[in-house]
């Protein structure tokens, strides 16, 4: 007999509507991904909690972070935009560095994204 | 989006950073235009500023203009005297005496945070009905948020909420500012438009908040600087 090893995927309408930011940090120094991910995660625990988090669906995408323009893409449930904006609104220093976030852009797709 | 930053610090009074950077950073987030302000000054030390307001606004296109704090009862009264002579009246509150003053002098155009340095929100009925009839913009300081954490934070936040239902219920404007005493403490408009709508405003009331409610006070300020204008609701027509 045939084991299933993975979940059937869930039909669209199932799904979780998702949205990606794309934000850029402004900064003096250079900034690595861990130092960002783990501010990133901490703000936003400190901020809406545990469950507060968890009801956002947040992922910060490691593979779409450019570290010569300090551009990152976080993934969040499209309800939750105006909240992850805000949390990422209150990342004031990673590690020593001081910082400031500009979000770039929002949007449904990945592709929405590179659209000017 | 046409947002403006109407409340942050430069080194002339009580902030750390320069214009320069100031202004530059303004730029980079995308704001039309920031208030400089400035607790009161000597004549001469006024007319530093200026002339430095002047050499940043052309270096970097962008509108700046020239705000004072009042930080008690006494120069709020000589700021409002000589109303004419600067863009935007601040009223530094806290204080529950001078917020009411704040709230009841038409010259005000923003009560800074009502809140700072309280166990209550600052505001109730009487002072958000007098805000909204004297045109005085409530202000959701940015800053208080940012430096603070923990159990301080969530009081701030919990006596911002207040103010913003205050508003709100009595059509008090709501104006949101990074209250940055340094570069680093400014931030992009999106972001403080996200976090008043954690605070309890709308997303369309969060972006008049920061666009609607400031171009008001900026129209406010050009019809004081026409000669015919001699205080609020008092203008020469013929």
């Keep these: 007999m045939k084991i299933i090893k993975r979940l059937k995927i869930l039909p669209p309408t199932l799904r979780e509507k998702k949205r990606f930011i794309k934000f850029q940090v402004l900064s003096e120094e250079r900034i690595n991904y861990e130092d960002l991910e783990q501010a990133i995660w901490n703000t936003l625990l400190d901020f809406y909690g545990e469950e ?10 490691k593979n779409l972070w450019d570290e010569e323009k300090k551009i990152c893409v976080v993934k969040c449930n499209h ?27 929002v949007s449904g797709t990945l592709k929405g994204l590179e659209k000017d | 989006m046409q947002a403006f930053d109407m409340h942050v610090h430069s080194a002339f009074s009580g902030g750390v950073s320069s214009l320069e950077e100031l202004a530059s950073t303004a730029k980079i987030l995308g704001y ?38 009042a930080r008690n009862v006494k120069e709020l009264r000589i700021l ?42 600052g505001l109730n009925h009487i002072l958000a009905r007098l805000a909204a009839e004297n045109n005085v913009a409530i202000e959701l300081n940015f800053r208080e948020i940012l430096t603070s954490s923990k159990a301080s934070r969530a009081k701030f936040l919990s006596h911002m909420q207040r103010n913003v239902m205050l508003a709100k ?7 949101l500012c990074s209250g ?12 403080l438009i996200s976090l008043a709508t954690q605070l309890g405003l709308e997303l369309k009331e969060a972006k008049d908040a920061i666009t609607k409610v400031p171009q008001k006070i900026i129209e406010e300020i050009k019809k004081r600087r026409d000669e015919r204008w001699i205080m609020p609701g008092v203008e020469i027509i013929r």
């Design chain 1, 52 to 61: 507060g988090v968890a009801k956002t669906g947040l992922w910060v995408i």
């Design chain 1, 79 to 105: 309800v939750s935009v105006q909240k992850v904006i805000a949390g990422l609104g209150l990342i004031s220093r990673l590690g020593d560095t001081r910082v400031i976030i500009k979000i770039l852009k």
């Design chain 2, 32 to 69: 039309k235009g920031i208030c400089f302000v400035a607790y009161p000054l000597s004549k001469k030390e006024e007319e530093i500023l200026k002339a430095e307001i002047e050499r940043v606004k052309k270096e970097f296109a962008i509108e700046i203009y020239l705000g004072f704090e």
């Design chain 2, 80 to 121: 409002a005297k000589r109303r004419k002579e600067f863009d935007v009246l601040l009223a530094r509150g806290g204080d529950l005496k001078l917020n009411r003053i704040a709230c009841e002098t038409p010259e005000v155009d923003i009560l800074t945070h009502p809140e700072f340095g309280r166990n209550d929100s």
């Design chain 2, 169 to 175: 219920k009595f059509k008090a404007p709501i104006i």
């Design chain 2, 180 to 191: 940055a005493i340094n570069h680093f403490e400014m931030r992009d408009p999106y972001c």
